[in-house]
């Protein structure tokens, strides 16, 4: 069974002995210490993943160990059932200990009805689940805790190694007690603080504060069209005629349908871009209605913008396809908030804020049911309810918490009649806040890429703008030391001016209108130099926050990016030229890190070239986005496994998926005139006969050379294999000399092997919807027991072409 973590009910809380010290004892679980050899008490089912070993003992002689070595199915080991009362709390102890694989063993607490039938389940009351983590080998502490649900009779424990984590772990001595109401509150706020899916009640005096520096009645970003002398200074702007004409577009023809085929695509097929290129069109559409309107004020695009309001009000699922596993937004059955539904009710919400004396009454209240229903009551449940209820991004440390809570809370201030129901989104939002600044390391880097840092970080930002403006700036999310250095990210994540390295998913260029907003809060993170975007550019939110007299006066000096930036904590580093204003513009990206990243590749010890502004060869990027891209299958594809990706391949082995399969850093050191960065890089291996592995790159500024060097190691002669990744054209030179190149630039790449015969083979790698990268093996003709493979990267004056 693959664990969905978003949809457990509770998860353990590692409870004071205060909590549980007038607990009442139930029937004890049976063998629960694993001494007895003659009832056993617990079923195992798992073709020897489990098993009960002296070794696995903390007290006694025996205990449970788990090794799951499998990647297609998870251990299986079910305690025999103990009566239990509907209704009551129980508290599940138990010890554990990690040998391998950190969290890949979870301990369940299942009820069940008088048939037998789990109660906790996904689809029903959510699971209970611990994952055993820690410090590898330490016995720790467990407990999880649960109220047994209506009709349940029984309740087990099952331990449990997720589908595709391959780990080890032991568990031991399982106790159950049976909670007081008092004892269960208590324990249920602790744990709803550190459980996966709790949500604790926002303070009740926090939310009276806020509340206190609240207006009375909702507000929206911006000004409304009725200020009149606001929005006209931003029609007489030039680019105002654009967006009248996108307007005119959109208004001489109908919105594109959304049939229920197109959104049950995904389902049958994994293709969402078919459901998500027309539900984005409607968005865009709006937008152009909807600026367009304010800016002429004429009643033009008014019946074009109620029409296209009340087709996105009718829509069956404002949550995408690809965020619907179980289809229960597209049912009705339960409706949970996505980064479109997020961003389709705070459009709607702006739209009323700006334009709503001009819709119709019903088109009005029309708008206001759906943003509530679909936005703004699931996200108040869950507060309420202190269970999440698969809304998990609530808790998330990646884009989608900074993205939905932007669009949450925009919601709530522009629509929101009383107070107390914004300030309670807006306590809410505190607690979310700092699972995202978490995904961060220290030194502020992203590890979801430039592209996810543009839109996570960038909803940070705007939504921190917008709680300011409705505090009087009282409530600032932007304290914190952490913050200045995640927006300071994007800067020293530039190879050279508007290009970065495309590690992870989400690739691309800073975005000028995040850096835009930015600068209202941090200006030193954003070049001095940095040409201002249009007022008009870039949707209703950046419009509301800047294009109404926000905006700081533009810096005019002229800023150079340093030789080098170094994010140590995420072992990644960004080496340039020395700064001449005559240098080649020549440098690369070089990344460490590990395979459990946010929109993680496995691509540990991968790297960018990059001249002139286009990457020569190295890291190939990502796929086009399907249902395999996020499923147990995501790393079949080349472009996320590591073969498509600039590292070796180890006696027939591709890199690990996991924290453990991470580098380690050998040597950072920087000079004027040269930086040198060696990783060890064997534990992204699993090969038992790998002795070392080490790759170092070398950027030497004087020579204008990068070289990559790998050396290898075995106890026992293994295959070896080094790939260049180049979406550039390629010329061989000779057999040791290749010139990558397009039209404009060119780079030498000279080989050298040592270890035994080798040759170069050519592939083209299939990437689907995009552009296929080449792959151009170094890989020696036998196995070795030790070799060396250098490639050294040298701009070219001239362009050798076929």
């Not at 949809?7 to 809380?13: E, G």
């Not at 309670?424 to 978490?438: R, T, W």
């Not at 006969?689 to 500024?701: G, K, N, W, Y």
Request: with cysteine; glycine share 8%.
């Amino acid at each position: 069974m693959h664990v969905t973590f978003a949809r457990a009910l509770f998860l353990a809380a590692a409870f004071s002995a205060a909590v549980l010290s007038n607990a009442v004892a139930v029937e004890a679980i049976p063998n629960a210490g694993f001494e007895d050899t003659e009832k056993q008490g617990w079923t195992i089912v798992d073709a020897g993943l489990s098993v009960i070993t002296t070794e696995a003992a903390r007290t006694g002689t025996r205990g449970l160990r788990v090794t799951d070595t499998s990647d297609r199915q998870g251990s299986s080991c079910r305690s025999a059932p103990v009566p239990v009362t509907a209704g009551k709390t129980y508290a599940l102890s138990f010890w554990g200990r990690v040998l391998e694989g950190d969290g890949a063993v979870g301990v369940y607490m299942q009820f069940a009805d008088a048939k037998g039938h789990v109660l906790t389940s996904p689809s029903r009351h959510g699971e209970i689940i611990q994952t055993i983590q820690g410090d590898k080998g330490v016995w720790q502490a467990f407990t999880l805790y649960g109220q047994a649900p209506p009709n349940a009779t029984a309740m087990w424990v099952w331990v449990h190694s997720f589908t595709g984590s391959l780990g080890a772990a032991d568990a031991d001595d399982f106790t159950l007690a049976e909670l007081s109401e008092a004892e269960a509150q208590k324990a249920r706020v602790a744990a709803l603080r550190t459980s996966r899916n709790g949500f604790p009640p926002p303070d009740t005096a926090r939310i009276a504060q806020i509340a206190a520096w609240l207006a009375p009645a909702p507000h929206g970003l911006g000004r409304p069209a009725t200020d009149r002398e606001a929005w006209n200074r931003l029609a007489a702007l030039p680019e105002a005629a654009a967006i009248l004409r996108d307007a005119e577009k959109a208004m001489n023809a109908p919105p594109p349908d959304l049939p229920d085929a197109l959104y049950l695509e995904f389902t049958t097929t994994g293709n969402r871009r078919n459901y998500e290129r027309p539900y984005g069109q409607r968005s865009h559409r709006l937008t152009a209605l909807l600026l367009a309107e304010c800016l002429e004020d004429k009643g033009r695009f008014l019946p074009a913008l109620e029409r296209d309001l009340l087709a996105v009000c009718g829509e069956r699922s404002w949550t995408m396809p690809a965020h619907d596993a179980d289809l229960g937004n597209f049912k009705g059955t339960r409706l949970t908030i996505d980064l479109g539904s997020s961003a389709r009710g705070w459009l709607l919400a702006e739209t009323d804020a700006w334009l709503g004396h001009r819709l119709s009454p019903a088109t009005r209240e029309r708008l206001r049911t759906e943003v509530r229903r679909r936005v703004l009551e699931p996200y108040l449940n869950a507060v309420r309810n202190g269970n999440i209820n698969g809304n998990w991004w609530m808790r998330g440390d990646n884009n989608w918490n900074a993205v939905c809570s932007a669009g949450v809370v925009c919601c709530a201030l522009a629509l929101l009649e009383p107070r107390e129901e914004r300030a309670l989104v807006l306590a809410a939002m505190e607690f979310s806040n700092p699972f995202f600044i978490s995904g961060f390391t220290d030194d502020g880097y992203c590890s979801e890429g430039m592209g996810y840092w543009n839109y996570g970080f960038g909803h940070y930002v705007m939504m921190g703008l917008a709680v300011r403006a409705a505090t009087g700036s009282r409530l600032d999310i932007f304290a914190g030391d952490k913050l200045p250095r995640i927006a300071a990210y994007a800067k020293g994540y530039q190879i050279q001016p508007g290009r970065s390295p495309w590690f992870a998913d989400g690739g691309g260029a800073p975005s000028h209108d995040v850096w835009a907003l930015i600068r209202q809060v941090y200006p030193a993170a954003v070049p001095t130099d940095l040409p201002a975007p249009s007022l008009l550019k870039g949707g209703h939110a950046t419009v509301g926050l800047r294009a109404f007299g926000q905006e700081p006066p533009a810096a005019a000096a002229a800023e150079r990016l340093p030789p080098r930036t170094y994010f140590k904590d995420a072992q990644v580093l960004i080496t340039r030229p020395g700064g001449a204003p005559n240098d080649v513009p020549f440098g690369a990206a070089v990344k460490g890190g590990h395979n459990a990243e946010q929109h993680n590749h496995n691509d540990v010890g991968s790297y960018a070239a990059v001249l002139d502004g286009v990457e020569m060869l190295g890291d190939p990027g990502g796929e086009i986005y399907t249902r395999r891209t996020f499923s147990r299958e995501r790393y079949v594809s080349p472009m996320l496994n590591s073969y498509g990706h600039p590292v070796p391949v180890v006696a027939g082995q591709l890199q690990a998926v996991g924290r453990h399969a991470a580098a380690r850093v050998l040597e950072a050191s920087f000079t004027d005139e040269r930086d040198r960065f060696r990783l060890d890089l064997a534990a992204a291996y699993r090969v038992p006969a790998l002795a070392s592995l080490t790759r170092t790159f070398t950027h030497d500024r004087t020579a204008r050379v990068l070289e990559i060097s790998d050396e290898v190691r075995f106890t026992a002669p293994q295959t070896f294999s080094v790939p260049i990744i180049t979406y550039r054209e390629v010329t061989r030179i000779d057999d040791t000399t290749l010139h990558l190149h397009d039209k404009q630039r060119g780079v030498e790449v000279k080989i050298t092997a040592e270890g035994g015969a080798w040759r170069l083979e050519e592939e083209q790698l299939e990437n689907p919807g995009k552009a296929s990268p080449r792959r151009l093996a170094v890989t020696f003709a036998a196995p070795v027991t030790s070799a060396r493979v250098c490639v050294t990267v040298t701009p070219l004056a001239d362009v050798k072409r076929q």
